[in-house]
């Protein structure tokens, strides 16, 4: 089950040209090690005033929203095991709701999902059972530590873990590369330099011991509704082995009206 449910949602937790369907990894450059602030005033003025630019293009670029629902096609690789073509839906409530079904090939669905910023309850219909979790318990059945907002943002396309101090800032005619930090992680972005967009991000987390960090691509950008959106992402999960994961939707829609079925059969065991 834990699989099952590391498919519909751990992918979709936590991809390097435009146009890409391959599962391949590209490095970040880095040049500068001093952190320089947007609002840094031992940083020069040149550098400040593109910092700014920076991070006003890449705002410009947030996806809002008050619902999404989403079709995607999911390969899934690690040292255990090889799933294909999972079929994936999506559907959320901004804020307040994040509904996912996932289906196997000839077998149909085989585990659904909804996720609310208190709670995360799943079953499977092949075992006939529920995992019904607080929120902030739920690491314990996905193994990755999250919230709504995090989890919410991953699905739109939106960057994660973002902060206005950003560092080792490379810029190359079509890319620009930079880091920021939080507590817990370090992030390093890749964003295309004419229009900010997201191409490459990488989670590296601030704990050494657990040598954890989650690298993702972004490919595909399609217009939808007025938003840009990466229909294609890679997902590369490494901790003490590395889990790859391609995402590839089919269909995006924004502020639908959206239903959120979560039925519970009486003769399922719960955990």
């Known amino acids: 089950m834990k699989q099952i449910i590391l498919l519909g949602i751990t992918c979709i937790i936590f991809v390097s040209c435009r146009h890409t369907r391959q599962l391949a990894r590209t490095s970040f450059p880095v040049s500068d090690t001093g952190h320089v602030s947007a609002t840094d005033s031992t940083a020069s003025a040149a550098s400040m005033e593109f910092n700014r630019n920076l991070l006003a293009g890449i705002h410009k670029n947030h996806i809002d929203f008050h619902t999404f629902s989403g079709k995607l096609k999911v390969d899934f690789e690690s040292d255990k095991q090889k799933q294909q073509n999972i079929s994936t839906n999506i559907r959320m409530l901004k804020d307040s709701i994040i509904w996912i079904s996932v289906s196997a090939p000839v077998i149909g669905e085989v585990a659904r999902a909804v996720i609310t910023p208190d709670s995360l309850k799943a079953y499977d219909k092949?075992?006939?059972?529920?995992?019904?979790?607080?929120?902030?318990?739920a690491k314990d059945l996905l193994n990755l530590p999250f919230d709504f907002t995090t989890l919410q943002d991953l699905i739109i396309g939106n960057p994660l873990f973002l902060t206005d101090s950003i560092y080792q800032?490379?810029?190359?005619?079509?890319?620009?590369?930079?880091?920021?930090?939080?507590?817990?992680?370090t992030s390093l972005f890749n964003v295309f330099a004419d229009d900010f967009q997201l191409q490459q991000s990488k989670v590296m987390d601030k704990d050494s011991s657990r040598n954890r960090s989650c690298e993702l691509t972004y490919g595909e950008y399609k217009e939808v509704e007025g938003h840009k959106v990466p229909f294609v992402r890679r997902v590369f999960i490494e901790e003490k082995n590395v889990t790859r994961v391609a995402m590839d939707f089919s269909k995006m829609e924004f502020n639908q009206p959206q239903s959120f079925p979560f039925n519970i059969p009486a003769s399922y065991s719960r955990e």
């Open 169 to 185: 800032v490379v810029k190359t005619p079509a890319i620009i590369s930079f880091s920021c930090d939080t507590t817990m992680y």
């Open 126 to 137: 092949f075992n006939k059972r529920v995992f019904l979790r607080a929120l902030s318990d």
